[in-house]
């Protein structure tokens, strides 16, 4: 939960309503700081998970924002939204979403990110929805390279775990990379990945870091990754980290997934396509020949994402 004491006497907020985000939290939730900056000059906004929530007093006035995960009790609150963000990853992931669908409290309106998530969580109710596109901050735009940070020749940020293929990935790096090539993986790693390819030459992994330190590496690097495995839920979601190397003007480098296409498609943004793996024989031929930066035409900060939505206006008719 954020540092923020919730039950602090601020007269800023006193009777006003308040905006709770309710997440896992087992994971990064960008979203949620878009949100609170969003919001924060109309409502007091706080984020935890459920036994945050539990212990949080004047629920009647609290509008309660789910990030979603399993939420079968009906909780006491102003109006519920239900924030369909991203589909369940990991074992059973179409068999958990099954589950939520069938057994999560009914909302005041739903969130999906596309059409493509709403079509398979396939709700056949009344309830109201609205979409609200993955955004990026604004800041991005500004970013600018910095020496006193990492760099390499390729740079990806995400999850650095088998189940992500990032394994063969750095595999295949390894093989094919010329002398003189560095590859840096940004985040936390597998601990089986960590242990494997720590010491490899040309490997670097990072570790956490912040969102903004990782864009820094970003644009410290010559290329980017964005590798998407071709299986469900990921080929129905629109990938954040290609919006993030496109807002930051990078080349970016990716796999035949149909997220990577829908975020070319989406952004009018050009890619290198690559195999499987990434870096193959093929890709290398490819950065042989001259590669030109583009800029990013569509707006896709935050703001703008929140504001194309209808989410703003139901809020508002809650306070």
């Known amino acids: 939960m954020q540092k923020d004491n919730p039950e602090s006497n601020n007269s800023e907020y006193e009777h006003k309503v308040r905006i709770f985000i309710l997440h896992p939290g087992k994971a990064?939730?960008?979203?949620?700081?878009?949100?609170?900056?969003?919001?924060?000059s109309e409502f007091e906004v706080l984020d935890g998970t459920l036994a945050d929530y539990e212990v949080l007093s004047n629920k009647e006035e609290t509008i309660l924002w789910c990030i979603m995960g399993f939420y079968p009790s009906k909780l006491v609150s102003k109006a519920v939204i239900h924030d369909y963000r991203s589909l369940s990853v990991g074992r059973f992931s179409k068999l958990k979403d099954k589950v939520k669908k069938a057994k999560?409290?009914?909302p005041d309106i739903r969130i999906f990110q596309n059409d493509l998530i709403k079509k398979s969580m396939g709700f056949n109710d009344d309830i109201p929805y609205t979409?609200?596109?993955?955004?990026?901050?604004?800041?991005?735009?500004?970013?600018?390279?910095?020496p006193n940070y990492p760099k390499a020749t390729f740079c990806y940020i995400g999850e650095i775990t088998k189940e992500r293929g990032m394994?063969?990935?750095i595999e295949a790096f390894i093989k094919n990379r010329n002398s003189s090539d560095s590859f840096i993986l940004v985040g936390?790693?597998?601990k089986e990945i960590l242990s494997k390819y720590k010491d490899s030459e040309g490997i670097i992994l990072t570790g956490k870091v912040t969102q903004k330190e990782a864009l820094i590496i970003?644009?410290?690097?010559?290329y980017?990754?964005?590798?998407?495995?071709?299986?469900y839920p990921y080929d129905l979601q629109m990938p954040t980290k290609f919006m993030e190397y496109a807002a930051a003007q990078k080349i970016v480098i990716c796999n035949d997934s149909p997220s990577n296409r829908l975020a070319m498609h989406y952004l009018s943004y050009p890619a290198i396509i690559s195999g499987s793996e990434i870096f193959t024989k093929q890709l290398y031929e490819q950065l042989t020949?001259?590669?030109e930066q583009i800029s990013l035409e569509r707006d896709i900060r935050w703001d703008n994402a929140i504001k194309s939505s209808e989410i703003e206006r139901f809020i508002t008719k809650c306070r």
């Open 28 to 40: 990064a939730y960008p979203e949620i700081a878009a949100y609170r900056d969003y919001f924060a």
């Open 104 to 106: 999560n409290a009914k």
């Open 131 to 146: 979409y609200l596109p993955m955004g990026v901050p604004e800041w991005i735009y500004s970013l600018q390279a910095d």
């Open 167 to 169: 394994d063969k990935v």
């Open 188 to 190: 936390p790693p597998e």
């Open 218 to 222: 970003v644009k410290n690097s010559d």
């Open 224 to 231: 980017c990754i964005c590798r998407i495995p071709k299986k």
């Open 289 to 291: 020949k001259k590669t």
